[in-house]
């Protein structure tokens, strides 16, 4: 345990006030369980590296790390993949956006956000997550996240919205002169217009998909052109995600892809704009 941690922990027990400390023994441990599985994450991908690079066995690695091979069978068959770290440590905040109705008082999340979030929520549980804050982003309001995330939100619905996109040096959204909004491949130039949008409508919508860094945390940043998007680009991500973190690793990436909907459940995804690393 580093130094701050044992600072933290004591200080927990040592706080007079009972609800404050139950409070920060709570958060405290989602925290070191979330640390305990990229730990055993760890692990698993050190016995495979040097099982593939360093041409060792099983049992040499085994007796290296002064467990029994059996042990090591076991870390290769229950630690979580590798691929687990496209999303951060953990505990991981999911947020969405909130949508201002005039005869309600509260904000309102649209059916297909929140398709997209009951999505992800599902299988980042699968990758042993923890979701420690579902939040709805009040378009009025600034709101950044504190450490891992996933945001679905388009720089019009808000501030965060435009901030993670603006820093994106690949792909954009932009308005165009009739009010649509555009995926702008700030590379080539190409603007893509939503299937929804377009002069022969059809039942598809383009959306925008980036994983970035702020500080040591991951933001996986999913916006569609229309709120439909976001369910096919969550949908991509999970499917494929053992290919892009092999391809990408801790690295940050954005792309996007057209999905075809039949109601709110996709039918069919495509790559639009190929996943490019920024520099």
């Excluded at 590798?82 to 947020?95: D, H, K, M």
């Excluded at 059916?111 to 709805?136: C, M, Q, W, Y």
Aim: proline share 6%; with cysteine.
């Amino acid at each position: 345990m580093t130094t701050s941690g044992a600072d933290e922990f004591d200080a927990v027990r040592a706080d007079p006030d009972p609800i404050r400390r139950g409070q920060r023994a709570s958060e405290l441990i989602t925290l070191y369980q979330q640390r305990a599985t990229e730990l055993a994450r760890l692990r698993r991908a050190a016995i495979e590296e040097a099982h593939r690079h360093l041409d060792m066995s099983y049992t040499d690695i085994a007796s290296k790390l002064g467990i029994t091979k059996g042990r090591v069978t076991q870390i290769r068959s229950s630690a979580p993949g590798p691929e687990r770290a496209f999303f951060g440590v953990g505990p991981i905040s999911l947020a969405l956006p909130g949508r201002i109705i005039r005869e309600r008082e509260d904000l309102v999340i649209a059916g297909p956000d929140d398709a997209t979030g009951a999505h992800l929520t599902g299988e980042l549980e699968k990758l042993s997550f923890v979701i420690n804050e579902r939040v709805v982003i009040d378009p009025r309001e600034e709101w950044e996240p504190a450490g891992d995330a996933v945001v679905i939100c388009g720089p019009a619905s808000a501030h965060i919205g435009h901030k993670l996109m603006s820093a994106d040096p690949v792909l954009r959204m932009s308005i165009g002169d009739n009010v649509q909004w555009y995926i702008t491949d700030e590379v080539t130039g190409e603007k893509f217009l939503s299937p929804m949008d377009a002069a022969n409508p059809r039942k598809a919508d383009h959306a925008y998909i980036a994983r970035r860094k702020l500080g040591n945390h991951v933001i996986v940043h999913i916006a569609g052109l229309h709120a439909a998007g976001s369910i096919g680009a969550a949908h991509y991500v999970t499917k494929n995600l053992s290919e892009l973190f092999a391809e990408f690793g801790d690295s940050e990436f954005s792309m996007a892809v057209t999905t075809e909907f039949d109601g709110l459940t996709p039918t069919s995804i495509d790559v639009l704009v190929p996943p490019r690393k920024w520099a």
